[in-house]
């Protein structure tokens, strides 16, 4: 076994003086201009940002995947380059070692930079399309994240195999144990898989997004967050309620939050006593104490049904938005204004048997 001073003597001496001054110059040229040219990218972008200029989507993309470029890149590159200039004898076993360590690391620093070029354009493409179609709401956040832990799982795993059988590796029996050991995972983490793959449904068909109230299997709450495996929902009482992403695709839904309107809906038991034009005139009085109400839309005042006790009234309304404090104010006023218009008009409401009628 060679000595180190022998190796020194015969194998890395054995280039001349200009080998190592093209190799250094190599190494130090590259590692100089690689993360200057880095650093005048990310200003340029963080300048159009400021401005809020977006130039053509190619050169986005260009100058995004240069500044995703990390240094042990830039590193393996410029001693790539140097180690071209440098020669070492092939029958040598350290050269041979050498050589080889030097592949290995070239092969896995590629792909990994391939990653996180992939890993860039994905999320590039993914933000493009959610300003686009969405219009950058940043309810859907979570959505995407789920999107993106999918991507990130198939891109590595493919840079990972890739590299593989870039070194001479064969990858088809490795891809058969991954395929039965894949079955065997699936098998037993199956609720978990079924989570995952609810919330990738949850992300692409949007049934609900982050803030919309909803409704699932009597519980009541805001969502906080969409995750990969369970869904958060801040509850009315003010604890969170989590929920795994399957059983909320096989629950009946209430979204509250897509409600463009509220609908309202009450009875108005009338005596039997007010007279005849009294009564055709309630239709009309309620119609407009309603309408003098900016958030709320008339839809109905009918006399429908003579009870055992009174003369009932069903009054419908629409509030124009969805939020409920909104609507229990609007319905205060609207009562309040009721009770005081029939006061004017001398009606008398019923009440149920054995019950004195209410004085207005």
């Not at 909320?248 to 509250?256: A, C, D, F, P």
């Not at 938005?321 to 008009?345: C, G, H």
């Amino acid at each position: 076994m060679l000595s180190w001073h022998e190796i020194w003597q015969t194998e890395i001496l054995s280039n001349t003086a200009g080998d190592f001054v093209l190799a250094a110059l190599a190494f130090l040229v590259t590692l100089t201009v690689l993360p200057l040219l880095k650093q005048f990218i990310a200003a340029r972008r963080r300048s159009w940002a400021e401005r809020h200029t977006d130039p053509p989507v190619p050169i986005q993309l260009a100058t995004l995947l240069i500044e995703r470029t990390s240094r042990i890149f830039l590193w393996g590159v410029a001693l790539f380059l140097a180690s071209t200039v440098l020669s070492f004898p092939p029958s040598r076993p350290v050269a041979h070692r050498i050589e080889h360590a030097v592949d290995v690391a070239t092969v896995f620093i590629f792909w990994y930079q391939i990653g996180r070029w992939a890993m860039a354009a994905s999320r590039f493409a993914i933000d493009r399309r959610h300003r686009r179609v969405l219009g950058g709401d940043p309810t859907v956040s979570g959505s995407l994240e789920i999107i993106l832990f999918i991507v990130s799982i198939v891109v590595w795993t493919m840079a990972f195999l890739l590299a593989l059988d870039n070194l001479g590796i064969e990858i088809k029996p490795l891809l058969a144990g991954l395929g039965i050991g894949g079955i065997a995972v699936a098998l037993a983490v199956q609720s978990v898989l079924g989570d995952l793959l609810a919330g990738m449904s949850i992300a692409l068909d949007k049934p609900f997004t982050m803030g919309d109230s909803l409704a699932i299997d009597g519980f009541i709450g805001t969502v906080e967050h969409i995750g990969v495996k369970s869904t958060r929902l801040r509850s009315v009482s003010g604890e969170q309620i989590i929920i795994a992403n399957a059983d909320v695709l096989k629950s009946r839904i209430r979204n509250y939050g897509r409600m463009r309107e509220r609908r309202s809906a009450f009875e108005l038991n009338i005596s039997y006593e007010t007279a005849p034009p009294t009564l055709r005139a309630i239709p009309d009085a309620v119609r407009a104490i309603i309408d003098a109400v900016p958030m709320a839309r008339f839809d109905r005042c009918h006399l429908l049904s003579c009870g055992a006790s009174g003369l009932v009234f069903e009054v419908v309304y629409f509030v124009r938005v969805s939020d409920y404090k909104v609507y229990a104010d609007t319905q205060q006023s609207i009562i309040l204004a009721i009770l005081e218009r029939f006061r004017e008009l001398g009606v008398q409401f019923s009440a149920p048997p054995h019950l004195p009628v209410p004085a207005l």
